[in-house]
């Protein structure tokens, strides 16, 4: 199994600034995503955290607006940048262990993020 | 495309069994996940299934059939603490996850 943190848990932040989220697994694993959930919505997820490497952004999420870094193979950031209260959303951090069969998907806890 | 379709909302009776189902695409196929999301909360892991089959886990079994693309998720003995969402998502070869809607459930007395 894998345990992540996620820091902040939550926070509230105004329009144009921007939040820095950081995940913590406790082991290394195989890949890492960012994923979001806005309220009343599905999953959704942003993109896939490449260690040592740029980020493999989903179609609708840009390098610009969601910076992604993944130092190592147990750490990684996502910045929200020039936030707007549309980005009012649930943010999570996924790492999947393994691979194929014995593949697993953890998440983190979330990181519920408030733009006034 | 690459459609995971499962019913939007489903209601049953406490103590009854209640079957979510779960069409998705077959190429690429590279397993199917069952999730349980309280709202509010991030997703709990039920199940991973990559072969055909029925696998159980408690009060919880998970039915896949990869020819036809798809899955069931069967919960038993219901409780009221298991109205939630119910999210089923398929593992592509590329390790991306591809998710549905959830089904919500609510648990009547």
């Known amino acids: 199994s894998a345990v992540i943190s996620q820091k902040p848990s939550r926070d509230i932040c105004q329009r144009g600034t921007s939040l820095t989220i950081q995940c913590q697994v406790d082991?290394?694993?195989?890949?890492m995503f960012w994923y979001r959930q806005q309220p009343g919505q599905s999953l959704t997820l942003i993109a896939t955290a490449n260690q040592g490497s740029e980020a493999t952004y989903e179609s609708g999420f840009v390098i610009d607006k969601f910076p992604i870094s993944r130092p190592n193979l147990t750490f990684s950031t996502l910045t929200v940048s020039n936030m707007s209260p549309e980005d009012s959303s649930i943010y999570l951090c996924?790492?999947?262990?393994?691979?194929?069969?014995?593949?697993?998907?953890?998440f983190g806890p979330g990181t519920r993020l408030t733009v006034l | 495309g690459q459609n995971i379709d499962q019913p939007t909302e489903m209601t049953a009776t406490e103590g009854a069994i209640v079957q979510i189902n779960c069409t998705y695409q077959t190429s690429g196929f590279n397993g199917l996940f069952w999730y349980q999301q309280h709202a509010g909360e991030a997703p709990t892991f039920l199940s991973y299934n990559v072969l055909d089959g029925l696998e159980e886990k408690g009060r919880f079994s998970s039915f896949l059939s990869r020819s036809k693309g798809y899955s069931y998720l069967l919960l038993k003995e219901l409780q009221m603490k298991d109205s939630a969402s119910y999210l089923c998502a398929r593992l592509d070869s590329n390790y991306q996850l591809i998710w549905g809607a959830g089904t919500k459930l609510i648990i009547k007395p």
């Open positions: 996924s790492v999947l262990t393994g691979t194929g069969i014995g593949s697993e998907q953890f």
């Open positions: 082991s290394q694993v195989t890949m």
